[in-house]
């Protein structure tokens, strides 16, 4: 079985500063890893995702991943962020594509 | 937009009604999950479909919770007998199985909020 941590319920951060947002997890098997983005009243929209290959993965708006395979992380980073990128993230993880387990969420709040 | 849509967006119902959801991913996902969201949590997991099969489906929260997909395109979930726990947003996602970089990709659609009064 899989699970995930996200250490941060909530990020305040002002505008223009680089974030991050902290995931780790745990698992048995090999796993995919994902960053998903939530608005208010919305549905969830995927960021960015690592199958394989590079460690260093580019999402959309700016953001980028990490994974760390000996640390069991992925960890979201935005250089510069915006008001718009307020929101709620989510890391999730599947070891086969069939059970996605999510993370609790991350809160992230931009101010001016 | 990612093509999946969900309906009804909101529903309210009395403890003790039976409610069923719809949800119309896009035709080119042969997966379709289904997961439970409450307040300030993630969204947890409940049964998905390959086709019209439902290859897993132990994670129903209850013998009251029950999911089809009966030509393998949109699907239902249905809950009986409502309780005042099972308010929350219900989540579902269409995706592909494959060997394409698409796979395990999930494309979420807006969601049903379920209130039990």
């Known amino acids: 079985a899989q699970s995930v941590t996200q250490l941060d319920s909530q990020v305040p951060v002002f505008e223009e500063a680089p974030v991050e947002l902290r995931c780790n997890y745990s698992?048995?098997?090999?796993?995919?890893l994902f960053w998903y983005v939530q608005y208010p009243n919305q549905g969830l929209q995927l960021l960015l995702k690592y199958l394989s290959g590079s460690t260093l993965v580019k999402g959309i708006n700016g953001f980028e991943a990490e994974f760390n395979k000996s640390q069991t992380s992925f960890h979201l980073r935005k250089p510069s962020v915006h008001i718009s990128d307020t929101a709620e993230y989510f890391c999730?993880?599947?070891?086969?594509?069939?059970?996605?387990?999510f993370g609790p969420g991350t809160r992230l709040s931009v101010l001016p | 937009d990612t093509g999946v849509s969900q309906d009804p967006r909101h529903k309210i119902t009395k403890r003790g009604q039976n409610v069923t959801f719809r949800c119309d991913p896009i035709?080119?996902?042969?997966?379709l999950y289904w997961y439970r969201q409450t307040l300030g949590q993630g969204p947890e997991f409940l049964t998905y479909?390959?086709?019209?099969?439902?290859?897993?489906k132990s994670r129903l929260l209850s013998d009251r919770f029950s999911a089809e997909r009966p030509k393998g395109s949109f699907s239902t979930l249905e809950i009986q007998r409502t309780e005042q726990g099972d308010s929350a947003m219900y989540l579902c996602?269409?995706?592909?199985?494959?060997?394409?970089?698409?796979?395990?990709?999930?494309?979420f659609g807006p969601g049903t909020r379920l209130t039990v009064l």
């Open positions: 698992s048995s098997v090999s796993v995919y």
């Open positions: 035709s080119e996902h042969n997966r």
């Open positions: 996602a269409g995706g592909l199985a494959g060997g394409s970089s698409s796979y395990n990709e999930q494309f």
């Open positions: 999730a993880v599947t070891a086969y594509g069939q059970n996605f387990v």
């Open positions: 479909f390959q086709n019209e099969a439902q290859l897993e």
